[in-house]
């Protein structure tokens, strides 16, 4: 087990709904990485938080947001859901130190169907 | 564009067999990380590679990086129904970049 968690585990959502995702990470990690992960494809990066704030984005609309708590625990934010946002959600935590991150640990993910 | 291509993308051998699944890139990479995941879990991390032409040995699992730093290769001998999943790699540039993944390789081992 890596320490990183995620809730909840599965959801269904229908278009143009709203959903939010949580994630735990690690103790002793201040960094947040989200990934998409769709069926039969590899992780694609969406967007990375660090010490609250947001210092990385992948190619992923505005629709999709983020926040990083104090705790460095993290949400990410779907609005307007579209029929191709059902996916696996990875959060994976890591330390930033010096400017260097070290290695991420991935959670189960969370699982996203829209209907 | 997928900017690294995995290859086979399914992979079905008997108990036993050895195999071989390659990570290919047209860009360098500070670091290439191989991952294993099962169905409905996240991707645990293998091996992290970082130095042209490194060669590491995880028990019956070999990575090794290309000289140049843009592909890498995953080689398993004698290959056990315990291995059977999604091995994916991934490439990071610079000390922040993030991880871009390829699609994967998804390896059945049967008994």
């Known amino acids: 087990e890596t320490g990183v968690t995620q809730s909840p585990t599965h959801l269904i959502k229908t278009r143009g709904q709203q959903v939010t995702l949580r994630c735990s990470s690690q103790s002793g990690h201040n960094t947040v990485s989200w990934y998409q992960q769709a069926l039969g494809q590899g992780p694609q990066f969406i967007f990375q938080y660090y010490r609250e704030e947001e210092n990385g984005r992948g190619n992923f609309p505005p629709r999709f947001s983020g926040l990083q708590f104090p705790n460095y625990s993290s949400e990410l934010n779907v609005n307007a859901l579209e029929l191709d946002d059902s996916a696996l959600y990875l959060c994976?935590?890591?330390?930033?130190?010096?400017?260097?991150?070290?290695?991420?640990?991935f959670g189960p993910g969370t699982r996203l169907l829209v209907l | 564009t997928q900017l690294l291509e995995q290859s086979p993308q399914f992979l079905s051998i008997q108990e036993g067999e050895n195999l071989t699944v390659y990570c290919n890139s047209s860009s360098v990479f500070s670091s290439l990380q191989w991952y294993r995941q099962e169905p409905g879990e996240g991707p645990v991390l293998l091996v992290t590679?970082?130095?042209?032409?490194e060669v590491k040995k995880l028990k019956r699992l070999t990575f090794q990086f290309g000289d140049a730093r843009k592909d890498s290769s995953l080689h398993i001998t004698a290959a056990q129904p315990g291995d059977t999943g999604l091995y994916l790699c991934?490439?990071?540039?610079?000390?922040?970049?993030?991880?871009?993944f390829g699609k994967g390789t998804k390896l059945s081992v049967k008994p």
């Open positions: 994976a935590s890591s330390r930033m130190s010096s400017g260097v991150r070290e290695t991420q640990y």
């Open positions: 991934a490439g990071a540039r610079g000390s922040q970049g993030n991880l871009i």
């Open positions: 590679v970082v130095t042209g032409g």
